[in-house]
């Protein structure tokens, strides 16, 4: 059951990784995310996280931005 959840766990994250290349760049595009607003999104949340309006790990957060940021210059 492990071995076969493991599996499925990679498959889920091959694909996300692959939809995140092929659309997710260009859509953020299209919408006008810049690095700007990622990182103004980044001190909002990390405001709210701080006020506990947010239940999140500070990790998570600097995660969710790193890819933000990785995806943006996945534009060609």
């Known amino acids: 059951m492990i071995e076969?959840?493991?599996?499925?766990?990679?498959?889920?994250?091959?694909?996300?990784?692959r939809l995140?290349?092929?659309?997710?760049?260009?859509s953020m595009?299209?919408?006008g995310v810049t690095p700007e607003i990622i990182d103004t999104w980044y001190k909002d949340t990390l405001q709210k996280?701080?006020?506990?309006e947010l239940r999140l790990e500070i990790?998570?957060?600097?995660e969710a931005r790193q890819a933000l940021l990785a995806r943006l210059a996945q534009i060609p």
């Not at 959840?5 to 694909?15: G, W």
């Not at 995140?20 to 260009?26: C, D, E, L, N």
Request: hydrophobic residues 40%; without cysteine; aromatic residues 12%.
């Open 4 to 17: 076969f959840l493991t599996e499925a766990r990679n498959t889920f994250a091959d694909v996300d990784r």
């Open 20 to 26: 995140t290349t092929t659309f997710g760049a260009k």
């Open 29 to 31: 595009q299209g919408w």
């Open 49 to 52: 996280v701080a006020s506990g």
């Open 59 to 62: 990790e998570q957060v600097e």
